[in-house]
């Protein structure tokens, strides 16, 4: 049951803040019954979400104060532990394949995740109250309560917007008006972006490509076709581009393409650069330069572009680069071996500022520059 019903949108402000985790961004949700604040990971390429609870028995992290009170199960009036032979339970199970998870006694769901990081976070399923920035409410909202976690991060866990049901974007979409979900995540932290859930804006300035879901894993992708770079196709294979997905990871902060690909990309990049007076950087698995004359030259970079099905993304030169450290500026690319092999990821360096639209309900990604 969602309060008020019939809602069409519900909006939040997204927030990026290195100090409570590098290269992340967050959007504030409340839990239980007194509402408890909690600040959050906004993370597209997973799908359970997760707090730390108090209670924690095994392994815990020290959580920042701004990210809210560690939430206490035992002090909501509204929460209550998921069942061992309920849907979401198996269910869960199931995706994450997580062969016996429950603790009979207690009739108590039990989850484990564990990402590519090694991070992990293991602790019960349980049902409660949500709230979200709009003081709207949803009952019986499934979530990870988390007492075994290993983190890096000081907030207060990840909200998933995967694919499956139990995900935070499709336990609150099944109350909005149309099926999908848009986002801006700003470029630093002088800027708030933002997030909705429902109907969006229909911007006559965006760009769209097909929006495929990736395998049999909970994540959303669209299809790359060629890549340019200053306006020169990479000498590439056609089918090396189409033999993989994209995932579209908000939680991700580099962009992750096949090796082939990410080859080409820095021959063309350092053959551009190294005329224009920079040095190649002595890291092979980064694309780094360092300026000659002590002060680098943004308006002279190279410019990146992705083709896509029925569209081509078009970088800004402040979203295919960034600076690495004083003097250093590097790609905001990576070989798909540096990450999780065979696999290509859409990172957020590469799309900060961008308005980013999930339009589940037409299978639809949309995509329009400096928007935050």
Request: hydrophobic share 35%; net charge negative.
């Amino acid at each position: 049951m969602i309060h008020p019903a019939n809602i069409p949108a519900d909006s939040s402000t997204v927030i990026g803040d290195d100090s409570m985790r590098k290269n992340k961004y967050f959007m504030g949700i409340s839990l239980g019954t007194p509402p408890v604040f909690n600040l959050v990971t906004i993370d597209t390429g997973s799908t359970l979400s997760w707090v730390q609870c108090q209670n924690c028995q095994i392994k815990c992290y020290d959580q920042a104060a701004k990210a809210g009170q560690i939430f206490n199960p035992y002090d909501s009036s509204t929460y209550s532990k998921v069942g061992c032979s309920t849907e979401a339970c198996n269910g869960m199970h199931m995706d994450l394949a997580v062969e016996y998870g429950c603790v009979e006694e207690d009739d108590a769901c039990i989850y484990s995740l564990r990402y590519g990081s090694g991070e992990y976070s293991v602790g019960y399923l349980g049902k409660d109250r949500l709230t979200l920035a709009s003081n709207r409410s949803i009952d019986n909202f499934i979530f990870g309560c988390g007492e075994d976690n290993l983190y890096s991060g000081v907030n207060a866990g990840i909200i998933g917007f995967g694919t499956k049901s139990y995900s935070f974007f499709n336990q609150v979409s099944q109350q909005t008006d149309y099926t999908a979900f848009s986002y801006c995540f700003p470029r630093d932290h002088e800027n708030e972006g933002s997030l909705t859930i429902g109907p969006y804006a229909r911007d006559i300035n965006l760009m769209w490509t097909k929006l495929i879901y990736y395998d049999n894993k909970p994540a959303y992708a669209i299809q790359q076709l060629d890549m340019m770079v200053s306006g020169i196709r990479l000498q590439i294979d056609p089918y090396i581009y189409i033999s993989k997905m994209t995932i579209v990871d908000s939680g991700t902060a580099d962009t992750y393409i096949l090796s082939p690909v990410f080859d080409a990309l820095d021959k063309a990049m350092t053959k551009e650069m190294q005329a224009k007076g920079y040095t190649r950087g002595w890291d092979e698995r980064r694309i780094c330069f360092i300026s000659n004359s002590g002060s680098a030259n943004w308006n002279d970079f190279p410019t990146v572009e992705m083709k896509l099905i029925r569209s081509t993304l078009k970088l800004p030169v402040e979203n295919a680069f960034y600076e690495s450290s004083n003097n250093v500026i590097c790609s905001t690319f990576l070989p798909d071996d540096a990450g999780v092999p065979g696999v290509q990821m859409l990172g957020n360096r590469a799309v900060r500022s961008f308005k980013l639209v999930f339009d589940i309900q037409a299978m639809n990604f949309g995509f329009k520059a400096r928007a935050c």
